[in-house]
């Protein structure tokens, strides 16, 4: 399974975002699948999941904010990011699990910068 991100970019505060996350290779064995960010000095954490089936989570700070979708026929996941704050810039990361082992497949990330 490889995992491609896309989407990031600069905007300024209160501007929005679109990231997707295309899923390629042995797709079938994919099941839930999530967005992670990173900033230097810090540990990756959680934005959003959501389960083969629809099921969504959010991270507070995301809550209201941030919507997580998937569609499952185009193997695409999606972040639509709206209401951007400074303090959302970072590196973010596409992930899924393997429905058949303890595994999960990251993307390589990709660079959101919130700044005036």
């Known amino acids: 399974v490889q995992l491609q991100a896309s989407g990031g970019g600069s905007v300024q505060p209160g501007g929005s975002l679109r990231l997707s996350c295309t899923a390629s290779?042995?797709?079938?064995?994919?099941?839930?699948m999530g967005w992670y960010r990173q900033v230097p000095g810090k540990e990756r954490e959680l934005v959003a999941q959501?389960?083969?089936?629809?099921?969504?989570n959010y991270a507070d700070s995301v809550k209201g904010r941030f919507t997580i979708s998937r569609d499952n026929s185009q193997n695409t996941l999606w972040l639509q990011m709206s209401s951007l704050k400074p303090e959302d810039t970072a590196v973010y990361y596409c992930?899924?699990?393997?429905?058949?082992?303890?595994?999960?497949?990251w993307g390589q990330g990709t660079l959101v910068t919130v700044s005036s």
């Open positions: 290779g042995s797709i079938y064995r994919i099941t839930d």
């Open positions: 959501i389960t083969i089936s629809g099921k969504t």
């Open positions: 992930n899924g699990g393997d429905r058949y082992r303890p595994r999960t497949y």
